[in-house]
């Protein structure tokens, strides 16, 4: 059985769900290079789903006009004769029905305690149509709420209206209007600025006023503006103090639900990546063992939710083995042709040779820069080993040399570990399962000298562990790593440069030419690229 999910306006995407198991999920900005790119998933899908002729069940995250109740004009022709496939059928699910259901399905947990945090969706319940877990007479934007999962099935345990919490709108307009930063399309959320400003700053001066403002309505946003203009220090004391109000406000929300036996957390929706503040949730509530974050945990995501809530909770067919559940790398499959077609097309501007792992490892024990391109691409922002700019963490100049000659960002913008998994006790203060780059963690402070590159300023880290049942090309080259440096970590940051990460080999050629890239590794090739020596 396969269920087509949709996700339609910004963050368009859709993703493919084959007996439960995702098979392929795409992002429109991957393949049109705008970051969140808004846009009509069915038509993204009528063009890459390569659908087979079979009966499909379609279900789409919840894009009616609200005051008609009925899908907005711009999906009515898409939709219309996406049913006029024989067999078919549709599902319309609420936003953070679909958020809850990305988190839950996605996870290994029987049973979870799931939280969905952003800016603002559309729940409607009045007779058990769009979101039958909630409750009857659900109706509104929420921008939180608290769910319970159990083996195929989510209930909700409380909505919470707009005025109560909504942490994601006041990043929003905080982004916008104090730090003149982007909150989406066409340059991306820009949020992951103000996590890594926060990491120096001092946000007790403005703790007290954003505690008791903390709402998009409340917030004298001209104040701050005058404020983060006064002074050099005032940003970075301004993102500080936004960053302790969104762990006060989290803390608080999580304390109000969890009880002593709930040993696992799911979370998403756009503020489940401040990666920060769900680190500090194993220190607020010591018996939690287990935190999840899907991969895609904004409102992409929302194709891959609303889809596993018809499969699951609505049409009762049972969890699926987390192996084939939980894998990232979703993205569309290069041939050798492809590829080889790709660097015929960049012509005399590259060279390439035929290579290995070895020489990749050797490449980094010399000081290069790396960037790797192997397989189906990660579903979500993050890099995970198959489109990924590597670098070795031990050298403490490398921080400063990526973000000045490849991403061109700011100087205080940290850079990620992966970490072999079995490792991570010996590096970090605590042994979790990050697979995703979901959770910062403080590193031990024994070992903080040994790997600079990837430390943050406040002597953190965001790692990601790496398994081999996840990735076994990056987990063994890790172990290669490992064993010719004496560190099993390296720096991974993802394969781009201030646009969507790559995702065609054209992609990574492109973007490897205009940066200071020394070497391009297409692993599953065995080719390495280098720039051409020829002058022109």
């Known amino acids: 059985m396969r269920i087509v999910g949709l996700q339609s306006g910004h963050d368009c995407a859709y993703c493919i769900l084959e007996d439960g198991i995702p098979i392929i999920y795409e992002e429109l900005e991957r393949i049109n290079r705008i970051k969140e790119s808004e846009g009509n998933s069915i038509d993204l899908y009528n063009q890459r789903g390569f659908g087979r002729e079979e009966d499909?069940?379609?279900?789409?995250?919840?894009?009616?006009?609200?005051?008609?109740?009925?899908p907005t004009v711009l999906y009515k022709e898409s939709l219309a004769k996406l049913l006029e496939r024989p067999g078919s059928s549709y599902h319309a699910v609420g936003h953070h029905t679909s958020h809850a259901a990305n988190a839950f399905f996605t996870s290994d947990y029987d049973e979870a305690l799931i939280f969905t945090l952003d800016a603002g969706g559309w729940e409607e319940n009045p007779q058990g149509e769009l979101s039958p877990s909630m409750p009857i007479g659900t109706s509104g934007t929420t921008a939180t709420t608290v769910w319970?999962?159990?083996e195929n099935k989510i209930r909700n345990e409380k909505v919470y209206t707009i005025n109560e919490v909504d942490i994601g709108s006041v990043w929003h307009h905080i982004l916008e209007d104090v730090f003149g930063l982007s909150s989406g399309p066409p340059k991306g959320n820009q949020a992951g600025t103000l996590m890594a400003m926060a990491s120096v700053g001092d946000g007790s001066k403005y703790f007290n006023y954003m505690i008791h403002h903390f709402r998009q309505d409340l917030l004298d946003y001209d104040r701050l503006k005058k404020e983060h203009d006064s002074h050099d220090k005032t940003p970075y004391d301004i993102a500080r103090a936004l960053q302790d109000a969104t762990e006060f406000y989290l803390q608080r929300v999580i304390k109000a639900h969890i009880k002593p036996q709930d040993k696992n957390l799911c979370f998403a929706g756009g503020v489940a990546l401040n990666s920060v503040a769900l680190g500090k949730v194993f220190e607020w509530f010591p018996h939690v063992e287990n935190i999840f974050v899907p991969p895609a945990p904004y409102d992409g995501g929302l194709a891959i939710g609303t889809a596993q809530y018809v499969y699951h909770h609505l049409m009762g067919y049972p969890r699926v083995e987390n192996n084939k559940?939980?894998?990232?790398?979703?993205g569309k499959i290069y041939t050798e042709e492809e590829i080889k077609i790709a660097l015929e097309r960049a012509g005399d501007r590259i060279e390439w040779q035929d290579s290995s792992v070895f020489e990749l490892v050797t490449n980094l024990l010399d000081g290069n820069i790396v960037s790797v391109f192997n397989g189906r691409s990660e579903a979500g922002r993050r890099a995970l080993g198959n489109r990924s700019i590597l670098a070795d963490p031990r050298n403490p100049n490398m921080k400063k040399i990526i973000n000045e000659k490849v991403k061109h960002r700011q100087w205080f913008r940290p850079f990620a570990p992966s970490i072999l998994a079995e490792e991570t006790s010996n590096w970090f203060t605590r042994d979790v399962s990050s697979p995703y780059m979901s959770i910062v963690l403080p590193f031990k402070e024994e070992v903080k000298d040994k790997i600079p590159a990837v430390v943050h300023l406040d002597g953190?880290?965001?790692l990601q562990t790496v398994t081999e049942q996840l990735n076994p090309w990056y987990y063994n080259f890790l172990k290669e790593w490992h064993d010719a440096s004496g560190v099993p970590i390296i720096l991974n940051t993802s394969f781009n440069d201030r646009e969507p990460i790559v995702e065609t080999p054209d992609d990574a050629i492109d973007c490897f030419l205009k940066t200071d890239i020394d070497n391009l590794f297409f692993v599953e090739s065995g080719v390495m690229i280098s720039?051409?020596?020829?002058?022109?």
Do not use: D
């Open 460 to 462: 953190t880290g965001r």
């Open 56 to 70: 499909i069940i379609f279900s789409h995250q919840y894009v009616f006009n609200y005051q008609e109740r009925c």
């Open 531 to 536: 720039k051409s020596s020829k002058e022109f």
């Open 148 to 150: 319970r999962g159990s």
């Open 325 to 330: 559940n939980a894998s990232p790398y979703l």
